[in-house]
């Protein structure tokens, strides 16, 4: 189906774990992001990618890390979960950048134990 | 760094009433989007302001851009049920990225 998917759609997981959640994007866009929406917080960048093989860090990274070998997919890794990575991931895609309209995928709702 | 306020925070209105969501900056406006979330989905694209004074509409939701104020409005006019959820605006920072507010939670009783 066309569309931006992200999975697991939740995911349960003990501090120190390694966690990777899945976004992939059907439309070939260039730009991907990674939000978090935590209350209290609204929605915040993680990172984001221009093309294949190009990623930058947004406003909250630490912990994160990201690759984009195709075009298509935009996987975020959480390298050792902490409690504080307890929260609601989004994945976006837009055709030209964050100033274009952005397609968002589900969320993964993830909790660190 | 841009902080974007939204009032107010939730909001609960009967089936058929107007209401206004604002989204306030702290620096000068560039471009204000509009999204809207359902609950427990992602956000859905609304509508882009980037010119002072414009003012855009769609279906029954119209939105503003006061540049002055450094002031977005957003306005629902005879609200349905389908038009509950969470109204986020969003500003774009100094990295080109985009900053969103807190949001704001709507309840439509029927």
């Known amino acids: 189906d066309a569309g931006i998917t992200q999975s697991p759609r939740y995911k349960i997981t003990e501090t120190g774990r390694q966690v990777t959640l899945m976004c992939h994007q059907t439309w070939s866009h260039s730009y991907m992001f990674w939000y978090r929406q935590d209350l209290g917080h609204g929605l915040r960048l993680i990172y984001y990618?221009?093309?294949?093989?190009?990623?930058d860090k947004g406003e909250v990274s630490d912990g994160y890390v990201v690759s984009r070998s195709k075009t298509e997919n935009f996987p975020l890794t959480l390298e050792s979960a902490t409690r504080s990575q307890t929260s609601v991931y989004f994945c976006?895609?837009?055709?030209?950048?964050?100033?274009?309209?952005?397609?968002f995928g589900p969320g993964t709702r993830l909790t660190v134990t | 760094s841009q902080e974007l306020e939204q009032s107010p925070q939730s909001l609960i209105v009967q089936e058929g009433k107007n209401l206004t969501i604002n989204c306030t900056s702290s620096?000068?406006?560039?471009?204000l989007y509009w999204y809207k979330q359902k609950y427990g989905e992602g956000l859905i694209f609304l509508m882009m302001l980037q010119k002072g004074g414009e003012e855009k509409s769609h279906e029954k939701i119209t939105a503003k851009l006061d540049e002055k104020k450094q002031q977005s409005s957003l306005h629902i006019t005879a609200s349905q049920p389908s038009h509950a959820g969470i109204y986020l605006c969003?500003?774009?920072?100094?990295?080109?990225?985009?900053?969103f507010g807190g949001g704001t939670r709507l309840m439509v009783k029927p």
């Open positions: 620096k000068t406006l560039y471009g």
């Open positions: 969003g500003a774009l920072n100094a990295g080109n990225m985009l900053t």
């Open positions: 990618s221009a093309a294949a093989d190009i990623t």
């Open positions: 976006a895609s837009s055709e030209w950048g964050a100033d274009y309209e952005q397609y």
